[in-house]
């Protein structure tokens, strides 16, 4: 049993209320990205009337043209239509991983009651693109069942010493900031009693409007530029990762603007820039991509999972370990900015991730 919950827009006109088809957000998306509503409609996987019709009949019931049509030019979004998208993107990046966690809480109980079998794996880890699509490769193994919560790197690696989960999912950079935080999360870490599995290696920067309008190439420029700048929330490990590399240029946070405006998931961040809510974030080059964002790199980083070695021998733990080497989940991976898999799926010591430099 695989439980998901989505979104579902309402707009009560003339009394009536009228739910929007998720198709009408897929339209406007392409249509941004591709510029022509005949290519929008194919990627989409709908013919070009049956996305006109629907076109028109927003259009009709809003009272405004969501696209505009000029010949040799194929079509662009209008205000309006622009608006529409990135409302989308903002509330589904804000809350999808809490969604996904209330989903997971009740297919997990729905299947108790049910009375299945409970041997499945807990997994703990920070919200991300390549878990996403881990979760929905295993999704697809329905004799997989993966339990599976998104929380922070510490708070993850606390469930994991505690025996709350099976699996935890985090993330630490490399070089001399990494070894700043190594010690943290070597406390909830034995190597005794725990394996270390690598997903991949990910890069993380500044997140800026296309072309770089306020010119910000380092992280002294958040303060000399006087960007509006959309943090991370506090002890999530993007957070720390960027507290620490300000204190190693000695940047007081103090004289960031926005500094303490703050969203949950790199997604999140990312579309609170393209919306220009706000002028910078820091996050990941892959949820920048996803944004039409510019990006400068700062900080490479290791993305590992934690397991149980008790466990790690388990008919499941393997099936995700082959799960993670499969040629579907890594071409999925592939399309993504600033993501290296060389080493998805592969045991690794713990000199490798937390003494080397």
């Not at 622009?82 to 997971?104: C, F, G, S």
């Not at 490399?174 to 005794?192: D, F, K, T």
């Not at 946070?253 to 500094?259: K, L, M, P, R, V």
């Not at 892959?286 to 466990?311: M, T």
Request: proline fraction near 3%; hydrophobic fraction near 40%; charge should be negative.
């Amino acid at each position: 049993m695989n439980i998901q919950i989505n979104f579902l827009w309402k707009i009560n006109l003339n009394d009536e209320s009228v739910s929007i088809e998720p198709l009408l957000f897929e339209l406007l998306v392409a249509i941004e990205s591709l510029g022509s509503l005949q290519q929008a409609a194919l990627q989409c996987k709908t013919s070009y009337r049956h996305a006109w019709g629907l076109m028109e009949k927003w259009q009709n019931l809003l009272g405004s043209p969501l696209l505009s049509k000029q010949r040799g030019r194929g079509a662009q979004l209008t205000p309006l239509g622009e608006k529409l998208v990135q409302a989308h993107q903002q509330l589904h990046a804000r809350y999808a991983p809490q969604l996904a966690n209330h989903a997971t809480d009740l297919t997990h109980e729905l299947t108790q009651l049910r009375q299945h079998d409970n041997n499945q794996l807990k997994f703990f880890t920070s919200h991300g693109l390549a878990v996403s699509a881990l979760r929905d490769n295993l999704n697809r193994l329905q004799e997989l069942p993966v339990e599976l919560h998104f929380h922070g790197s510490l708070q993850s690696l606390r469930a994991l010493h505690a025996n709350e989960c099976d699996i935890a999912g985090f993330h630490l950079p490399e070089g001399e900031v990494g070894q700043q935080l190594a010690i943290a999360y070597q406390s909830y870490l034995n190597p005794h009693q725990h394996r270390l599995i690598y997903l991949v290696r990910r890069l993380q920067g500044l997140m800026v409007a296309k072309g770089n309008p306020l010119s910000i190439h380092s992280l002294s420029d958040l303060v000399s530029s006087g960007c509006r700048f959309i943090n991370r929330q506090n002890q999530s490990a993007t957070r720390v990762l960027l507290d620490k590399l300000l204190e190693h240029h000695q940047i007081d946070s103090n004289q960031i603007t926005g500094f303490d405006q703050v969203e949950y998931t790199h997604m999140a961040v990312a579309a609170m820039v393209a919306s220009n809510a706000f002028d910078c974030g820091f996050g990941l080059a892959a949820a920048a991509r996803k944004f039409g964002l510019d990006f400068i790199p700062l900080q490479w980083e290791h993305y590992c999972l934690a397991v149980n070695s008790e466990k790690y021998f388990e008919p499941n733990m393997q099936t995700l370990l082959e799960c993670l080497k499969s040629p579907a989940y890594l071409e999925e991976l592939a399309g993504l900015e600033g993501y290296e898999m060389d080493r998805c799926g592969e045991a690794v010591d713990f000199e490798s991730i937390f003494f080397k430099k």
